[in-house]
């Protein structure tokens, strides 16, 4: 793996087996940081691990369920056991399901914040005292054009749940920012991984069709922006949120 910019650097990304979460933990690893990919998904965990180790990257892969307080305090601890820090945070795990506001159980209320708002509460709050003492850290929390402009095509849930990662990256940008440790987050689109199996063709085509770039995010796009947030040259850049979807939404 090349060294470059996260040399020494130690990287902790949830709900990185795939997708999004899984491009950024390989790039990092290309740049010569520890990364440690974790999911609910054992199977695709057990494949991005091949995929790190062919890479010779220095890896953990770690089963953790953030609707758990348990496991995510587990795999904080593991982390830190194993590399001794935690420069990098990403709460990228996340769900989003297909449903009417009538249509979305208490299951599916639960299961979406649980996930994508208290998974990364939880997360923060474990990483704090490892970043404090470090007096370094840098905290990206992966919300959504839904958190921006609401959700006019799927559960309710969802666009409130990345709505509300929005105001607590700002919480933690205040009282975290005096420690060196910064917090930011991301508002992609259209990116079509597992989470966005439920787009046709036509809904590609449209989508692409209406974005200024014309065309789709792909999960590089993603990765490339997250890694300069995630590196020692963004070090004044805090609270902020950065929209990334091609021009689709702008504020
Ligand atoms: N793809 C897009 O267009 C898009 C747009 C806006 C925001 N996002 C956000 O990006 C993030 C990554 O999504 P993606 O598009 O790569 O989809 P993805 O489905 O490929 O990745 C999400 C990962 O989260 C994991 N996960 C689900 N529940 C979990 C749990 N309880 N604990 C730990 N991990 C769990 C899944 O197994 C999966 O590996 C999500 O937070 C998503 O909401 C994606």
Redesign the pocket.
């Known amino acids: 793996m090349r060294a470059d910019r996260f040399t020494d650097k130690v990287a902790l990304v949830?709900?990185s087996?795939?997708?999004?979460?899984f491009q950024l933990a390989l790039d990092i690893a290309k740049e010569g940081g520890k990364v440690v990919i974790s999911?609910?998904?054992d199977e695709?965990l057990r494949e991005g691990g091949k995929v790190l180790a062919q890479g010779g990257a220095e890896y953990l892969a770690l089963s953790?369920?953030?609707?758990d307080r348990r496991q995510v305090e587990a795999m904080v601890n593991k982390t830190v056991e194993t590399f001794g820090r935690i420069d990098i945070l990403v709460n990228?795990?996340?769900?989003?399901k297909n449903f009417t506001i009538e249509e979305t159980t208490d299951e599916l209320l639960d299961a979406t914040i649980g996930?994508?708002v208290m998974?990364a509460l939880y997360a923060i709050r474990a990483v704090t005292p490892v970043m404090k003492k470090q007096k370094y850290g840098r905290i990206i929390n992966?919300s959504?054009?839904c958190g921006k402009m609401g959700d006019h095509s799927t559960t309710y849930v969802y666009g409130a749940s990345k709505g509300a990662l929005l105001s607590l990256t700002r919480s933690v940008a205040y009282q975290l920012g005096p420690f060196g440790v910064t917090c930011n987050s991301i508002a992609?689109?259209?990116?079509m991984?597992?989470?966005?199996a439920y787009w046709d063709e036509g809904r590609k085509k449209d989508a692409a069709e209406k974005i200024p770039v014309r065309r789709l995010?792909t999960v590089e796009d993603m990765s490339h922006l997250m890694m300069f947030l995630a590196s020692g040259e963004a070090g004044f850049i805090n609270g902020e949120n950065v929209n990334i979807n091609g021009g689709y939404y702008m504020d």
């Open positions: 949830t709900g087996a795939q997708g999004i979460g999911d609910v998904d695709a953790c369920d953030v609707r990228n795990a996340g769900i989003l996930i994508n998974g992966v959504s054009i992609p689109h259209a990116v991984t597992k989470l966005m995010g």
